[in-house]
């Protein structure tokens, strides 16, 4: 009875959903790091990976969808990784902090710096799992956010899953999309962006069905947003801003439109951290007048959940505190380390949450900034 309660509780993972996490997590790793640092940008993989590990688990005559989903995020999260090295790693040789080793001497660049890349990844990934599951139950039940990626995911798998005219919707899709990415980069037949010119304003469209895609997922109203702010910065900032001599060129009004869009971005982020904040303080002062959260916390995992989550966030931040100091951080700059890396998740927790979109590489650059000015 004993071993029955034990792995009832976590049923869904399994030897061969955890071997294909881990040898899938290694391949789009590597992958993402050259996309990422050939583009400048890195495309999620989230989709790709859903029906690769629905593919791999059907060879293994796995067709319990969770366990799939096992799988499938701990490929996924290899990419992440891979993105967050990608966008600031590279700084660190462009600054001069970092040197590429010369041709002919004793060291190699992967044995003078990877061990710091490692510690680095890991301390992300420590750090990350804390927040995912600390920012989880606020995002989702409460914020109830679309995760316009985690949506596709979920319908790809639940599409792939149950077959029928669902499935055939679903990868006929994915054919028409690939075929017509591929016209577009690979053979250059489709433009990548079509310009036309309305009552003297230039349009430009991006024609990507990913971006269709997205915007189908996260609806009209953050869709019309989106749209709204690009007009108010093509035309209300950059022609009518140059016109008036606010700006002396466009590249000038162009510069002063994304500077503003960060600084908008990161305070809106910061904003609804701190609604955030407040909504789970209060909502935690509640719980026990809560049935549902009382039910909750009497089943086995919600047991076990409620007895490690303090013990476990406090390690993740101790051992990311200590392997920051093993790096060579004095320790005022670790503990600034730390709370960007709060700050910078939650904001991304949203916006990722709300776009689809997570602008890694300017969470990175901000924190940077701060750690320098301060």
Known sequence: MKKENQSSLFPNFSVRALI??????????ASSMYVALRMSALPWPTIFVAVLS?????????????????????????????????????GLFMSGVWTIPEEGSDSSLLGRYGWIIFLVALIGVILG?????????????????????G????????AGHEGGSKARVLFTALIVAALFVLLRDRFQLIPGIVTFS??????????????????????????????????????????????????????????????????LMVGSGLATLLVSLIGSWRSRKNQESIKENVTEEKTDIGQIRKKVRLPLGLFAV??????????GLTVPV????????FLASAMST???????????????ILVLLAIRLL
């Open 129 to 149: 799992t804390l927040l995912c599951a600390l920012y989880r139950k606020r995002a989702i039940d409460q914020l109830k956010l679309p995760y316009p990626i």
């Open 318 to 327: 101790a051992a990311a505190f200590v392997l920051s100091i093993v790096l």
């Open 54 to 90: 629905l593919t791999l688990m059907r060879l293994f005559k796995s067709k319990n969808l969770k366990e799939v989903n096992v799988a499938s995020t701990g490929m996924s999260a290899g990419a992440m990784v891979a993105g967050g090295l990608a966008f600031t790693i590279p």
């Open 20 to 29: 294909l996490a881990i040898f899938g997590s290694i391949l789009m790793t």
């Open 334 to 341: 670790s503990l600034l380390l730390l709370v960007g890396i």
């Open 198 to 263: 309305l009552a003297g304003v230039s349009i430009a469209f991006q024609l990507s069905p990913m971006a269709i895609g997205i915007g189908s997922l996260i609806g009209f109203k953050s869709t019309a947003l989106w749209l709204a702010g690009a007009a108010i910065g093509a035309i209300a900032i950059n022609r009518i801003g140059v016109s008036l001599e606010w700006f002396a060129s466009a590249a000038e009004a162009a510069s002063f439109i994304q500077i503003a869009s960060i600084g």
């Open 151 to 158: 949506q596709a995911s979920a319908e790809t798998l639940k």
């Open 350 to 364: 949203i916006i990722t949450g709300e776009t689809g979109l997570n602008p890694m590489e300017i969470f990175g």
